[in-house]
């Protein structure tokens, strides 16, 4: 069992598991990037641009997970 | 005898009578709202509101745009934000972050010996590129949250200096007691943007506006509202 993970880890197995560690915490960090942005912009609202910059803050996390869950498919 | 008679005579609005020079009622009938006053060169009239870009640094009366104390008949003068050039150094810093995966490719193998399939590449290219998206969101979000009113009540600013810190200080006009900017060095006085300082009576805080444009044209209009020229 052991042998048979330690012979599957490669250099691509490595890169991927340092970079889903990366994007879980990358993801959480856009996850209150998003929040704050939805905070900050109900106590300053500027009609014409809040509701596009509120969807790229969450379409940052949303890529994030989808990044995320790809990696952990691909380890 | 009516050659005897000498003084001057005043017509006022309607609701008010014919009164001599030595009359102190016409002196104590002033408009309870603030106008603009027509001498102000960079006035416009409230008609013109105009909705401010996302880059807007300044604003006189901006259109669509709201604060969360704002009250019912408070009216937003004036939106200020630090200049807008003072992005620069981080726009800078996005697109020499966007040119090193390119800059580094045909050096690639030299730097990273360990052979990696293309699949996690392309992993670590988009990891890379969406942190980097991350970055103009975190920094543009500390620019354009790190915001400034003038209102015909009060003054509020919002500082915001990091993701999880923020401060907010108002204070209301007529406590206003004195308002002075600074502008030091090449840059900033080539964009013309500077550090407008207010001083607040009391125990109240002081508000300062940093890197904020046309300090000048802040403390003139700021004056304007606190002088009595409007009250």
Request: hydrophobic share 50%; glycine share 4%.
């Amino acid at each position: 069992m052991l042998e048979n993970i330690i012979a599957r880890i490669n250099a691509d197995t490595i890169t991927i598991f340092v970079l889903l560690i990366f994007m879980a915490v990358y993801g959480l960090l856009s996850l209150v990037m998003a929040f704050q942005v939805q905070v900050m912009d109900r106590m300053v609202r500027q009609v014409t641009f809040s509701p596009i910059f509120r969807l790229l803050a969450f379409a940052n996390v949303l890529i994030s997970a989808i990044l995320l869950i790809v990696l952990l498919f691909a380890l | 005898m009516p050659e005897d008679i000498t003084g001057e005579f005043v017509l006022q609005e309607e609701n008010s009578s014919i009164s001599g020079n030595n009359s102190e009622k016409s002196d104590e009938k002033k408009p309870e709202t603030q106008k603009i006053s027509p001498k102000n060169k960079y006035d416009i009239k409230p008609e013109n509101k105009k909705a401010p870009h996302f880059f807007s640094s300044f604003c006189y009366y901006p259109k669509g745009v709201s604060f969360a104390t704002q009250q019912e008949e408070e009216e937003i003068i004036l939106l200020i934000r630090r200049d807008f050039i003072t992005n620069v150094p981080w726009i800078f810093a996005v697109f020499g972050l966007l040119a090193i995966p390119f800059l580094i490719a045909p050096f690639f193998d030299f730097l990273f010996p360990i052979p990696l399939s293309d699949t996690t590449l392309s992993y670590l290219l988009f990891s890379y590129f969406l942190a980097v998206f991350g970055f103009i969101i975190l920094k543009f979000s500390l620019w354009y949250f790190h915001v400034s009113f003038i209102t015909n009540i009060r003054i509020v600013d919002v500082d915001v200096h990091g993701l999880l810190l923020r401060e907010t200080t108002e204070t209301r006009l007529e406590l206003v007691e004195d308002i002075g900017y600074q502008q030091n060095g090449f840059i900033p006085s080539l964009f013309d943007y500077g550090f407008v300082h207010i001083q607040t009576a009391g125990a109240q805080q002081n508000i300062e506006f940093d890197k904020a444009p046309q300090p000048a044209r802040i403390a003139e209009i700021i004056g304007d509202r606190i002088g009595g020229k409007e009250k």
